[in-house]
């Protein structure tokens, strides 16, 4: 008998290149040739005793009416009608084989039958290419949505879930060519960041497999080594920032494609420093003024004239000189106005907007609790010295409002941005061998009776001239408005934003969220089936972070890439988070540790979501703790549905062999036991997967998407300082004194520096058309067929929702000082919810951008 059916695809987008238009007219010619796209339903009642067991094949069934697929520029998904060869033989099916005998591949979304007898309606969620017969060695498998743990799979099914397993996990050769359409996951070092065939400078070290610079690892690419050092990866040339192999599966959409192909081009590509680098003689090279600054948003930036871009075309890709704005034949560089500045333009100075956005800006996780006096330094006495805060009692008591030190600390007043230690062991190398001038900053804030934070003093500190074991020379600067000591006091507040800046970006973006979750794509993808219940739940949370990783090494990363341009460290960027990344342990950023760690909060069975926070008007803890709670309640309600008991999780042979490859592998410089938990109870495995949806969603969103309208205005949160604070009796202190905005702004990002970073976080901080946010999912009624875990994730999008709307009420709510702030900029960074474009809000799935 005959089934029916749809069948949803997607033709891939033969206006792209020659190739793909080849391949669609053979296509054609395959139609007529009875070459066509079929489908086999696979039993998973019945059994084949001549094929290993495997489940039953029915006959091919061809998806007809192919010339009815568009294949234009906006291509969207078809669906297509099609039919269904069944017999007795096959029962119930469990799995679907599409032989694919066209000459291009084509997405397969997903596949319905109706009326399947003895069962109803079944779905197969595909959300795959399927490439051609000729470029696989298998046909393509793909099952139905039912989700089974391992040893639940009927043994129809079994081998077939176990050979798809070896497929993406490849052969494992270090060198291998891997192309487009393969689907290999596999793991590499980061030698791919340096470029020894230019020569040493050029070069960078190995990141990842060594006590020296240890690292996640990232997706293996497998292009052959650079000429000069086999163990180097070789680069693809700068610009080609789309042709890096990820498994084809990874690789942005046709949306996202259009998106990072037209209006996003020239915020991310190595390009707009090129370009501004190769004018550098012929434009001024600072801004003289902040009105100048504010002509990036308001008239724009003009570059020479349209004569000078044609002697350097050559380097420009089309998409980037179309997105420069023409004016009488001049060319200017044109920015949206950073919401930071929209209300108030001056209100970013104060330091009440300081200390604000050290709980309601865009790093709001660094601001711990000071718990002693002076604060104290963890380097080694050995090979730093004496590292001891020169800040004294004397310098804090007429700011403490009536407490003493002692008082202040007992009753958690007081209140630490500490960038001491992880800038010392770099702070002499990167002022010696860079053209930046940065310090090690410490700053003490005190919690005033309405909420606030108050910014009482700021250290900086740089290594003592004769040598690291002599310790720190440090100055102390305290807040004042006007006169010399009011520009000394504004220095110092740039000086510590550049470090937060850099640590923001480099560290807690970066490392702490980007990087470190590529190895659990990986071994998600290798070590657990698509049938399995924990792979369902994770999936979602890892499109694109493979793709948008693979772009960072390509144009960021890398040896004078954008974070070199653009960050102070320079060189050295990657190989501070190397060294910050052996502090990593992946159970502290659960929220609720990461705020008892930093204490600022404790834990409390009366307070809301079992926490006491010690700043209550900290807007990114109070949404925070909510979004975490409904992730906690959706992933609890999800496991517990498949894992009945704690030995289920313990004898789960896939969900233990990812355990142990995700610490073993792909955090292999960290896999001693005290870094991870044990995965062997279901509330391990509650708290593992929690930790991994918020780090992927909500923990991302909070450091991403606010950085173009709190950073855009770089006065704001500058990258890099390129001189050190005046000192009295020299002719820098007499400029501080006539002229104090010159000064500043010639401390700190050149304006070609700016260009370079302003556009680099345009596109970081934008939705793309194609957003999945968190409660959403591509296939929200057929991602499986197991009752619960859909009305728990329903409940779970209405929570969100309902969250939103609680924190727009918070922001309404003008008691709470630290929501809105001078700037009268609202936190917006956890609403849930958002459109397209820079928005300050929305918190998409996974690590996207």
């Known amino acids: 008998m005959m089934i029916k059916g749809t069948v949803v695809l997607r033709k891939k987008n033969n206006l792209l290149g020659f190739k793909d238009l080849t391949s669609s007219i053979l296509d054609g010619v395959h139609e007529l040739l009875g070459k066509k796209v079929s489908f086999r339903l696979v039993s998973a009642t019945n059994a084949d005793p001549a094929n290993k067991l495997k489940g039953k094949l029915g006959k091919p ?104 397993l070896d497929i993406l996990r490849g052969k494992g050769k270090e060198f291998e060519m891997l192309i487009e359409s393969d689907r290999v996951y596999d793991y590499a070092y980061y030698n791919d960041l340096g470029d020894p065939d230019k020569g040493p400078e050029s070069a960078r070290p190995i990141f990842g497999g060594s006590s020296e610079y240890p690292y996640p690892r990232r997706g293996r690419t497998s292009r052959p080594p650079s000429k000069t050092d086999p163990n180097v990866e070789s680069r693809l040339p700068s610009l080609n920032a789309v042709g890096i192999y990820v498994p084809r599966d990874e690789q942005f959409n046709h949306l996202k494609m259009s998106d990072f192909l037209g209006d996003s081009l020239k915020s991310i590509s190595k390009t707009l420093a090129g370009l501004v680098g190769a004018v550098i003689d012929k434009t001024p090279k600072e801004f003289d003024s902040f009105d100048e600054v504010m002509e990036m948003f308001k008239g724009g930036i003009r570059l020479p004239e349209s004569s000078f871009l044609d002697q350097i075309k050559e380097k420009l890709p089309s998409q980037f000189l179309k997105s420069l704005a023409q004016n009488d034949g001049t060319p200017v560089l044109k920015f949206p106005m950073p919401d930071i500045i929209k209300e108030d333009k001056s209100a970013w100075r104060t330091d009440e907007e300081f200390g604000r956005e050290m709980v309601a800006g865009i790093h709001p996780v660094a601001i711990r609790r000071l718990e002693e006096f002076p604060p104290l330094s963890k380097l080694d006495p050995r090979e730093f010295g004496n590292q001891a805060s020169s800040i004294t009692e004397d310098l804090l008591r007429e700011n403490l409002d009536g407490f003493t030190t002692h008082e202040a600390i007992e009753s958690k007043r007081l209140f630490i941005l500490d960038h001491h230690d992880s800038m010392i062991p770099f702070l002499r190398r990167i002022n010696t061998n860079t053209s930046s001038k940065v310090y090690a900053t410490r700053t003490i804030l005190f919690l005033k009776d309405d909420g606030t934070l108050k910014p009482m003093v700021i250290e900086l500190s740089l290594p003592h001239p004769e040598g690291d074991q002599f310790g720190v020379i440090s100055e102390v600067y305290k807040p004042a408005i006007d006169g010399i000591e009011g520009s000394l006091w504004q220095l110092a507040k740039a000086y510590v934003a550049v470090t937060d800046s850099a640590y923001h970006q480099l560290i807690s973006h970066w490392l702490h969220t980007h990087a470190v979750m590529e190895p659990f794509v990986i071994a998600t993808n290798r070590q657990m089936s698509v049938l399995h219940p924990v792979y369902k739940l994770l999936h979602p949370h890892f499109r694109d972070t493979m793709n948008i990783n693979s772009i960072a090494r390509q144009i960021a990363l890398n040896n004078n890439g954008l974070f070199e341009e653009a960050v102070f460290p320079k060189r050295y960027a990657v190989e501070w988070t190397s060294a910050l990344y052996k502090d990593w342990v992946f159970t502290e950023h659960a929220l609720p540790k990461d705020l008892i760690k930093r204490g600022m909060a404790v834990k409390d069975s009366e307070s809301p979501h079992g926490y006491k926070l010690l700043i209550e008007d900290y807007p990114y803890a109070v949404d925070g703790l909510e979004i975490w709670s409904a992730i906690e309640t959706w992933v609890k309600e999800y496991c517990s549905f498949y894992y009945k008991f704690d030995d289920t999780v313990a004898n789960d042979p896939e969900l233990q062999s990812w355990w142990k490859e995700v610490r073993e592998v792909g955090h292999g410089d960290k896999k001693e036991e005290k870094w991870w938990s044990s995965m062997k109870t279901l509330e391990e495995l509650i708290e593992t997967c929690t930790t991994i949806i918020w780090v992927a969603s909500a923990l991302h969103a909070a450091l991403n998407f606010g950085q173009y309208p709190y950073a855009g205005y770089v006065p704001n949160r500058p990258t890099i300082s390129r001189k050190f604070m005046p000192k009295p009796d020299t002719p820098e202190y007499e400029e501080l004194k006539k002229n104090p905005d010159l000064v500043f702004l010639q401390t700190i990002s050149s304006q070609i520096q700016t260009l370079v970073g302003v556009s680099l976080i345009e596109l970081l901080s934008s939705h793309s058309s194609d957003e999945v946010y968190l409660g959403q999912r591509d296939d929200i009624h057929e991602w499986t067929s197991d009752t619960a875990p859909l009305d728990a994730f329903k409940k779970f999008g209405e929570k969100l929702v309902e969250i939103e709307d609680k924190i727009v009420e918070r922001n309404n709510d003008g008691s709470f000082k630290n929501r809105v702030g001078p700037a009268k900029l609202p936190y917006t960074l956890l609403y849930p919810s958002s459109g397209v474009g820079i928005t300050g809000r929305g918190i998409p799935n996974s690590v996207s951008t």
Not at 63 to 78: I, N
Not at 101 to 130: M, Q, R
Not at 153 to 162: A, G, S
């Open 61 to 164: 069934s061809y998806l007809e009416d192919w010339h009815t697929v568009s294949t234009g520029l906006a291509v969207d998904d078809v669906e297509i009608n099609a039919t269904f060869e069944w017999d007795e033989d096959i029962g119930v099916p469990g799995a679907l084989i599409v032989t694919n005998e066209h000459h291009s591949e084509f997405y397969l979304k997903n596949v319905t039958l109706e009326d399947v007898p003895n069962h109803g309606k079944l779905h197969f969620i595909c959300n795959s290419w399927v490439q051609p017969s000729d470029d696989n060695e298998k046909d393509r498998i793909f099952f139905t949505n039912k989700a089974y743990l391992p040893h639940e799979t009927p043994p129809t099914l079994k081998i077939y879930r176990e050979e798809e």
